[in-house]
């Protein structure tokens, strides 16, 4: 168990639609992090949070979007959601900002459905 | 550009045989992280090692040993005695040494039968 919690595990909505994937880090780490893992492109980055503000940014769509709040927790909100959108979204959580030794511990991941 | 490559697409071995799985990145940064993770069936991500670029000591923790090995940009991962609690998708990863994104390889998925 490392730790970082996301809920829900599994979600099954339809196209169009909005959801709420919802993360919560380790104890004491600042840094959050998103990526989406699907079969076609692998494991791909998307969006990195620090301390509340956006730190980097990746392979993130515009329909996407992301925060984090001064409890340190952090939603990833996608929208009018397509069926290529079905994959295994991670969040993962570092201590500081990324780089150097910082190391990314991650959750068990949020299995999102579009039918 | 960073990549990483991990062109063993899938192993299969059965219990107790020794097995490496492949690691090569591509980077011109001098100053670089590598990572090791492992995906069980269950799916999450469970991080096993991290190396840094100016540390090319290899590594053993229990059955698990990293070679790593700046001369030809591998980053190899050897299970000894492999179990099948073994059997899982491992990725390869690479980050630059101040920046946050991860480059991950595709996986390698193993399947140790008994």
């Known amino acids: 168990d490392s730790g970082v919690t996301q809920t829900p595990k599994h979600l099954i909505t339809a196209t169009g639609q909005r959801v709420t994937l919802r993360c919560s880090p380790r104890?004491?780490?600042?840094?959050v992090y998103w990526y989406q893992q699907s079969l076609d492109q692998g494991l791909q980055f998307l969006i990195q949070y620090y301390n509340g503000e956006e730190r980097a940014k990746g392979n993130i769509l515009e329909r996407f979007s992301a925060q984090q709040f001064p409890d340190l927790h952090s939603e990833l909100n996608l929208s009018s959601l397509e069926l290529g959108d079905s994959a295994l979204y991670f969040c993962?959580?570092?201590?500081?900002?990324?780089?150097?030794?910082?190391?990314?511990?991650f959750g068990p991941g949020t299995r999102l459905t579009v039918l | 550009a960073q990549k990483v490559t991990q062109a063993q697409t899938e192993i299969s071995v059965v219990e107790k045989e020794d097995v490496t799985l492949d690691c090569v990145y591509e980077?011109?940064?001098?100053?670089?992280?590598l990572f090791w993770y492992k995906q069980p069936p269950s799916g999450e991500l469970v991080f096993l090692i991290r190396r840094n670029s100016f540390d090319e000591q290899n590594e053993i923790s229990g059955r698990y040993s990293w070679n790593f090995q700046k001369s030809t940009s591998s980053f190899n991962f050897t299970i000894t005695a492999s179990q099948v609690v073994d059997s899982a998708v491992y990725f390869c990863a690479l980050r630059k040494g101040n920046f946050n994104k991860f480059y991950f390889g595709s996986g390698t998925k193993l399947n140790v039968k008994p």
């Open positions: 980077t011109r940064d001098t100053t670089y992280y």
């Open positions: 993962a959580s570092s201590p500081l900002a990324g780089g150097g030794t910082d190391t990314q511990y």
């Open positions: 104890s004491g780490d600042l840094s």
